[in-house]
Structure formats: structure tokens, C-alpha cells
């Protein structure tokens, strides 16, 4: 990109790690309601996948045979998780339409293609955090009372604590990948607007 290398090579322009979390983080409190209904569809496609996960291991260890889990129930998790996707993919559009003239106005103050990616992905991260630490407690919290209530606490409790935190890592960890994923296109759009079009448009 001629114009992006012509910045850099003048300017030397850069954006450090620790100014952009600062301004992703200012955006999400801005736009606190947006964000909050973005988490929301984050919460309940990892929160059910969560109950999954360890009330299957609950079962795996104790005496009754099987899980309760049925084959229709693992595509409830996949569809709402594709459903969660598409949230976000939507929300975030519609996020980089609303602030089509603040990202023009950065562009002109010399901010590069990447710097505005970049921004977009720590707020799709940060907001993919939270989403899978909720839904992960959320999950879990639903899968121990209702295991509890079948089998005893004091099955529940037996459960090895690796196993927690390994649904735990893998919860966090999906919730994130899935929403800086369901991301990269919106900001892939915002950092490839034309400055001068974006201070065009009346929003």
C-alpha cells in the first residue's frame, strides 16, 4: 500500500500496544450498550457449550453410565456458537458505520490501515474475554446444580480441579478466537475506507 508506506517512511508513525488497549477500552465504554449485547451473544453460545463440556466430565466420573447428553443437543452448540458469529460479524459492521467519520478523521491525523485493524481486534478481544469468563461461569454454575441435583454434589466435587480449568482455558480461549474472527472482515473494511469518503458521509 504506496500511501500507507509513504506515512510510515515519513513519519515513522506507530501506535503502541498499551495506547491502542487504552483506546479500544474508551470505545467499548462509549458504546457500552452495543458492547454489552455483543458479550451477550458471546455469553450464551459459550456458557451452553460450557454446561456441555462439564457435565459430560461430571458423568465420565461417576458411576452411572452415560452422560445425559444428547447428539441434537452438540448441533444446539454449534448453531448458537455460528449464531454468535454472525452477531458479532453484524455488530461490528454496523460499529464501523457509525464511526465512519471518526476512523476518516484518524486517517487524516496519520493514522495507517493497520492501526485502525488493530484497534477493532483488541475491542473484538477484550469484549471475546469477558464474554467467554461469563459464559464460562454462567455454564459451569448450571452444569454443577444441575449434575448436583442428579448425582449428588459430592460426585460433582470429586471431579479432578484440571479438568475445570481446562474447560475453563478452552471456553475463554474459543470465546475470544471466535470473536476476533467474526471481526477481521469489519475491520478489514474500516482500515481500507478512504479518508476523504469517510468524512463524506452523513451519518
Known amino acids: 500500500m504506496p500511501t500507507e508506506t509513504r506515512s510510515e517512511a515519513v513519519g515513522g508513525i506507530k501506535l503502541p500496544l498499551i495506547e491502542a488497549f487504552h483506546i479500544s477500552i474508551e470505545n467499548i465504554r462509549i458504546r457500552l ?3 454489552a449485547i455483543t458479550t451477550a451473544s458471546i455469553v450464551l453460545g459459550i456458557a451452553f457449550m460450557t454446561f456441555l463440556m462439564i457435565t459430560i466430565t461430571i458423568f465420565r466420573y461417576s458411576r452411572e453410565a452415560g452422560a445425559p447428553i444428547e447428539a441434537y443437543q452438540y448441533w444446539l452448540a454449534f448453531i448458537s456458537l455460528l449464531v454468535c458469529v454472525v452477531s458479532i460479524t453484524n ?3 454496523i460499529a464501523v458505520y457509525e464511526r465512519y467519520k471518526e476512523i476518516g478523521t484518524m ?5 495507517l490501515d493497520r492501526h485502525i485493524l488493530v484497534l477493532f481486534l483488541i475491542e473484538s478481544f477484550l469484549l471475546g474475554l469477558i464474554g467467554g469468563f461469563l459464559g464460562f ?11 448436583g441435583l442428579q448425582l449428588g454434589f459430592g460426585v460433582v466435587f470429586s471431579v479432578p ?4 480449568i481446562f ?3 478452552t471456553s475463554v480461549m474459543l470465546a475470544i478466537g471466535l470473536s476476533v474472527i467474526a471481526t477481521i472482515y469489519p475491520a478489514y473494511q474500516a482500515a481500507k475506507s478512504s479518508p476523504v469518503e469517510a468524512l463524506r458521509v452523513e451519518i
Not at 107 to 111: D, S, Y
Not at 137 to 147: D, E, K, L, T
Request: proline residues 0%; hydrophobic residues 55%; contains cysteine.
Open 33 to 35: 450498550t452495543r458492547a
Open 91 to 93: 455488530s461490528t459492521l
Open 107 to 111: 486517517k487524516c491525523l496519520g493514522a
Open 137 to 147: 461461569v454462567i455454564g459451569a454454575f448450571a452444569a454443577v446444580i444441575s449434575c
Open 161 to 164: 480441579l484440571f479438568n475445570a
Open 167 to 169: 474447560s475453563f482455558g
